[in-house]
């Protein structure tokens, strides 16, 4: 008889880790289990996008002043339906919605959690079948249960994150995700549609070969930057170098291929946009999390990205991610030629 390893799914994991959080008395195991519902029926419009019309772009503007395309609108649509349904969020912040989606029903205002998410996230990246994904952060709301979640719910900082993840729809579709313990991956198997536990502990390695950065806004850069580049680039044996430039434009196809093989993204602030691209709430927390239970780093340059107290829902940051001494050589170019 054949051996064969017993596999772990998703929802048996969730479970089993349950036990480590007695206080959430299993709704955030329900969240999480509602979370990769929605991101399974994504993954399946993803892959038949060509062929049910949902390529192409809305017609409309997002908050951020960026075109929506179909897809956008279509996975913003599942993951509101998915949570609202399953009752445990009282709100969700978006980057698709200006304001936040406040579930006034009897049975979500009892929720005590609530979701940042980028629904899709590199979807300017569909057309040319690059891989894009999802990215989600889960808070404990800090208003009266009873009632609909308040913006105040969703200002917090990273620290105070419960649980976050990504999926990753590309040549196989993954979630990963941490509750504070480690990090876990977790395969779609298609034939059956479920999620399999196929990265346990995820770790960044101890240092990396890669660096990821648009190098077209170069010019555009602080001169902090563009001294690490070079030095990216010069050769020594002790450090790897000279790094390889790998880029894909997708935060999510870009940090995970970097957790895995190791590396750093880096998205610095440019005398065009001061403050970077990325949004810290529902992108650069929750990979700042997934980063530092991976033994890596997020900083925006100077600070730790989950210290900072964030003002607004779509508050753009400066982020530098990877393995700890990656990210701390990025830091000491910026304190350097600091402006």
Known sequence: MVNRKRITTLTEFIVQRQSEYPHAKGAL??????????AKIVNRDINAAGLVDILGYEGKENIQGEAQKKLDVFANEQFVTALKGGAECC???????????????????????VVAIDPLDGSSNIEANVSIGT??????????V??????EDMLQPGINQVAAGYVIYGSSTMLVYTTGKGVNGFTLDPSVGIFCL????????????????????????PQGIKQYIKYCQESDKNT???YTSRYIGSLVADFHRNLIRGGIFLYPGTTTKPSGKLRLLY???PVAFIAEQAGGKASDGFNRI?????????????????????????????RQYKE
């Not at 196929?198 to 850069?221: C, K």
């Not at 210290?307 to 830091?331: D, N």
Request: glycine share 6%; proline share 6%.
């Open 135 to 144: 990215i989600f952060s889960i808070y404990r709301r800090v208003s009266e």
């Open 198 to 221: 196929s990265h346990p502990d995820m770790m960044f390695p101890e240092t990396g070969s890669v660096y990821s950065i648009n190098e077209g806004n170069y010019i555009y850069f």
């Open 283 to 285: 992108e650069c927390n």
């Open 29 to 38: 195991t329900r969240l999480l289990n509602d979370i990769a519902t929605a």
């Open 306 to 334: 989950m210290e900072k107290q964030p003002k607004t829902l779509h508050e753009r940051s400066p982020l530098f991610i990877g393995p700890k001494s990656m990210v701390e050589k990025a830091e000491e170019f910026m």
């Open 91 to 113: 709100a969700i912040a978006s980057e698709e919605n200006e304001k936040i989606i406040s579930f006034n029903n009897e049975f979500s205002e009892l929720g005590k959690y």
């Open 146 to 151: 009873g009632e609909g979640g308040k913006v």
């Open 240 to 242: 790897l170098r000279p």
